[in-house]
C-alpha cells in the first residue's frame, strides 16, 4: 500500500499557524521544489535567477513569456508584480509553485500555494466545504478541515455563510473563501494571482483593506500579482515593474510607508508619487 502523504501544513490540529513547521516533512516525501527550497535557507524565501520560459505552442511557433528574470523575496515580504496583459504574471506565480519549470535559470522557493486568477470555487459544495478544501486534500477529516476552517468564518466576515453555495455568494465573499482555503494550504509562500481584479472598485477597496488586516494577523511570504498600479503599491513592500511580453524585470520599486499604516491611502503623497513612478516605468505615464 502507498503510504500517504501529509503535505506540509498538513497537521488539522495546528493549520492556522504551522506554515513554518510544515518544512519538517520528512526529505524523502518532498517534492523536488522542496528539497531545492531548503536551500534557499539564506535570507530569502524566494530567489528566482535568470529565469526564461518560452511556450511551444505550435510547431515553429514559439511564445516567450518570461525574459531573463531574477527576483528575490524575504520571508514576511509582499512582493506586487505589476505589467501588461500577457507579459507572463500569472506563468511567473506557475513557476513558483512548481507547476512548470523554467527553460533557463533557476527557480528556488520554499513551499507555495497559488490562488488562481479565478476563483475555482466547487459550484457544488458549500463556502464552508469550499474553504476546508485544502485541509481535506492534505489527509484532515471532513469534521477536523470544517472545524478549522469554521473557526475562520467570522474572523473573515463570512459569518453565517458557511452553508452557501458558491453561486449564493458576492463576488467579494467569493474571493474571501477562496483566501481562505489557500491560507488554509498551511504554505509559507501565497501566490496571489489577481485576487480582486474581478470586483467593482468600493468591493476592492474593503478586499485590499481586508487583506492587508489578515496579513498582519497571519504574516506570509505574498507574491500579488495585481494590474493594479494604485493596489500594488497600498499593499505592498516592494512592487516589480515587468516589461510587455517577453516579461522583464524593468524595475523594483521599495514602498517604504509601514504595511497597513495610516500613510498607505490613495491619497497619500508618497502613494501617489510611487504609483506614477511604476506607471511611468510602465509607459503610462503622468495621467490627465
Ligand atoms: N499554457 C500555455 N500554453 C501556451 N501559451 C501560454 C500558456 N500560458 C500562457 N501562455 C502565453 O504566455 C504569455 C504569458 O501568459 P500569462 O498568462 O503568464 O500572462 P499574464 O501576464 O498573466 O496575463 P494577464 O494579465 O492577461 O493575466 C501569453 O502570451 C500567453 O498567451
Ligand atoms: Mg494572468
Known amino acids: 500500500m502507498v503510504?500517504?502523504?501529509?503535505?506540509?501544513?498538513?497537521?488539522?490540529?495546528?493549520?492556522?499557524?504551522?506554515?513554518?513547521?510544515?518544512?519538517?516533512?520528512?526529505?524523502?516525501?518532498?517534492?523536488?521544489?522542496?528539497?531545492?527550497?531548503?536551500?534557499?535557507?539564506?535570507g530569502a524565501?524566494?530567489?528566482?535567477?535568470?529565469?526564461t520560459r518560452t511556450y511551444r505552442v505550435r510547431r515553429g511557433m514559439?511564445?516567450?513569456?518570461?525574459?531573463d528574470v531574477s527576483l528575490r523575496v524575504a520571508p514576511g515580504e509582499l512582493l506586487a508584480v505589476v505589467g501588461p496583459s500577457g507579459c507572463g504574471k500569472s506563468t511567473l506565480l506557475e513557476l513558483l509553485c512548481g507547476l512548470q519549470s523554467p527553460d533557463a535559470g533557476t527557480v528556488a522557493c520554499a513551499p507555495a500555494v497559488l490562488m488562481p486568477q479565478l476563483d475555482l470555487?466547487?459550484?457544488?459544495l458549500s463556502a464552508l466545504d469550499n474553504a476546508a478544501l485544502a485541509l481535506r486534500v492534505?489527509?484532515?477529516?471532513?469534521?477536523?478541515?470544517r472545524a478549522r476552517a469554521a473557526?475562520?468564518?467570522?474572523?473573515?466576515?463570512?459569518?453565517?455563510?458557511?452553508?452557501?453555495r458558491p453561486h449564493e455568494l458576492s463576488g467579494g465573499m467569493r474571493q474571501r473563501v477562496a483566501f481562505l482555503r489557500t491560507l488554509l494550504a498551511g504554505k509559507p509562500v501565497l501566490c496571489?494571482?489577481?485576487?480582486?481584479?474581478?470586483l467593482d472598485a468600493i468591493t476592492r477597496s474593503e478586499m485590499q483593506e481586508w487583506?492587508?488586516?489578515t496579513l498582519a494577523r497571519e504574516p506570509r511570504t505574498v507574491v500579488l500579482v495585481t494590474h493594479d498600479v494604485e493596489e500594488a503599491v497600498l499593499l505592498a513592500d516592494r512592487v516589480a515593474v515587468l516589461s510587455p511580453r517577453p516579461g522583464r524585470v524593468l524595475a523594483e520599486l521599495e514602498v517604504e510607508l509601514p504595511r497597513g499604516g495610516p500613510g498607505r491611502v490613495r491619497t497619500d503623497p508618497d502613494v501617489i508619487a510611487l504609483r506614477e513612478r511604476a506607471l511611468s516605468v510602465l509607459g503610462m505615464g503622468a495621467r490627465g
Do not use: C, K, M, Y
Not at 518532498?30 to 539564506?42: N, T
Not at 524565501?45 to 529565469?51: T, Y
Open 3 to 42: 503510504p500517504r502523504r501529509r503535505l506540509p501544513g498538513a497537521d488539522p490540529s495546528n493549520l492556522w499557524g504551522n506554515a513554518r513547521e510544515g518544512r519538517e516533512v520528512p526529505i524523502e516525501l518532498q517534492s523536488p521544489l522542496e528539497r531545492q527550497a531548503r536551500r534557499v535557507a539564506s
Open 45 to 51: 524565501e524566494i530567489v528566482l535567477e535568470h529565469v
Open 62 to 67: 514559439d511564445v516567450r513569456a518570461l525574459a
Open 121 to 124: 470555487l466547487l459550484p457544488w
Open 138 to 145: 492534505a489527509g484532515a477529516s471532513r469534521t477536523q478541515a
Open 151 to 164: 473557526g475562520l468564518f467570522a474572523e473573515l466576515g463570512l459569518e453565517e455563510f458557511e452553508r452557501a
Open 192 to 198: 496571489l494571482d489577481e485576487p480582486f481584479g474581478a
Open 211 to 213: 487583506l492587508a488586516a
